[in-house]
């Protein structure tokens, strides 16, 4: 099967950076997609960013400017470099990745566990 897991959240000061990994693995034939969600506290999970094979990264509105998205193929992660945190970025964030399996001829979303991401001084 495969699994997305998550790395690289914490507590960071205003202002301060982090930067998050995801890695998929298991039986995997093809990614045809990665991205960051995030869900704050009595909201609904919205998009960070996302990046498809061959395209553009896209990006939330909050996140223009201060976050990266990017991919290592050849590794099957997903990054997301996060600057001039503010504390309105505080939520779990989640890695979400649209796969093709080995044994499958349809792509699947998965999503990781998700990693607290706190900015508070």
């Known amino acids: 099967q495969v699994q997305l897991v998550e790395s690289g959240g914490g507590l960071v000061q205003p202002g301060g950076s982090l930067r998050l990994s995801c890695a998929a693995s298991?039986?995997?034939?093809?990614?045809?997609?990665m991205g960051w969600y995030r869900q704050a506290p009595g909201k609904e999970r919205e998009l960070v960013a996302a990046?498809?094979?061959?395209?553009?990264?896209n990006y939330a509105d909050s996140a223009k400017g201060r976050f990266t998205i990017s991919r290592e193929n050849a590794k099957n992660m997903v990054y997301l470099q996060m600057n001039s945190l503010k504390p309105e970025d505080t939520a779990v964030y989640y890695c979400?990745?649209?796969?093709?399996?080995?044994?499958?001829?349809?792509?699947?979303?998965?999503w990781g566990q998700g990693t607290q991401v706190t900015v508070s001084s």
């Open positions: 990046i498809i094979s061959g395209g553009n990264p």
């Open positions: 979400n990745a649209r796969i093709v399996g080995l044994f499958t001829v349809r792509e699947v979303e998965y």
């Open positions: 298991g039986s995997i034939f093809s990614i045809n997609g």
